[in-house]
């Protein structure tokens, strides 16, 4: 799926020079290409999904938990980091043509083997990296990217078993295995490799998510 939002218009954007237009420009030719791929028709076709019945009201509940927590969450100010900052691999530059609820669906959709912990340890990491680094904090041009990323650092934290990095680019609009793989990598960076997180802290967070 995309990870493309509302972003401030290019020429404001505080980069100058060759290479940061260089930059500016691959990543609005790759977000075009994961919006394609996020609004393709055969999705059921493509991806497992959760089966229909009795998943489909807990997957309700969850994506509308999901989007009141990270839509409370978000600032409605974007600071764009610098073109060549890791900060910059969340951001977007152009504007999604879908909303953050079809794309929370979309990935606990495509996602069915994610349990509970799996979203709970995510919404953990985010408002860990937003407290530590302002360039991280949650607005509509990142928020796609970073709860994505989250979901796979998660995953791998919480569960046995997982997605592999490729399938989970294919869900989420990644152009590409490498790139999925290289948020994490620049994720776990932030959040300096440790995915611990207290019981006492998880029970917090758990009871936002359920």
């Given at each position: 799926?995309?990870?493309?939002?509302?972003?401030?218009?290019?020429?404001?954007?505080?980069?100058?020079?060759?290479?940061?237009?260089?930059?500016?420009?691959?990543?609005?030719?790759?977000?075009q290409a994961q919006e394609q791929q996020v609004l393709e028709h055969d999705e059921r076709a493509q991806f497992k999904a959760v089966?229909?019945?009795?998943?489909?009201?807990?997957?309700?509940?969850?994506v509308a938990k999901l989007c009141t927590i990270l839509d409370l969450s978000r600032s409605q100010n974007v600071n764009m980091p610098?073109?060549?900052?890791?900060?910059?691999?969340?951001?977007?530059?152009?504007?999604?043509?879908?909303?953050?609820?079809?794309?929370?669906?979309?990935?606990?959709?495509?996602?069915?083997?994610?349990?509970?912990?799996?979203?709970?340890?995510?919404?953990?990491?985010?408002?860990?990296?937003?407290?530590?680094?302002?360039?991280?904090?949650?607005?509509?041009?990142?928020?796609?990217?970073?709860?994505?990323?989250?979901?796979?650092?998660?995953?791998?934290?919480?569960?046995?078993?997982?997605y592999s990095n490729g399938y989970v680019a294919k869900v989420g609009g990644i152009q590409s295995v490498k790139e999925m793989n290289?948020?994490?990598?620049?994720?776990?960076?932030?959040?300096?490799?440790?995915?611990?997180?207290?019981?006492?802290?998880?029970?917090?967070?758990?009871?936002?998510?359920?």
């Open positions: 799926m995309a990870v493309t939002l509302v972003m401030a218009p290019h020429d404001s954007r505080a980069h100058e020079g060759k290479a940061a237009d260089t930059i500016v420009a691959a990543r609005q030719k790759t977000d089966p229909e019945g009795e998943s489909d009201a807990y997957r309700e509940r969850l610098p073109a060549d900052s890791l900060e910059s691999m969340f951001y977007s530059v152009t504007k999604q043509a879908f909303s953050l609820e079809f794309y929370i669906r979309r990935v606990v959709l495509y996602l069915p083997d994610c349990s509970a912990s799996v979203f709970v340890a995510a919404v953990y990491y985010l408002a860990k990296l937003q407290a530590a680094n302002p360039m991280l904090a949650l607005n509509e041009m990142n928020i796609h990217r970073l709860f994505l990323t989250a979901v796979v650092v998660a995953t791998k934290f919480a569960e046995d078993l997982g290289r948020m994490e990598v620049v994720f776990l960076k932030f959040l300096e490799y440790n995915c611990f997180i207290e019981p006492e802290v998880y029970d917090e967070f758990a009871k936002l998510v359920f």
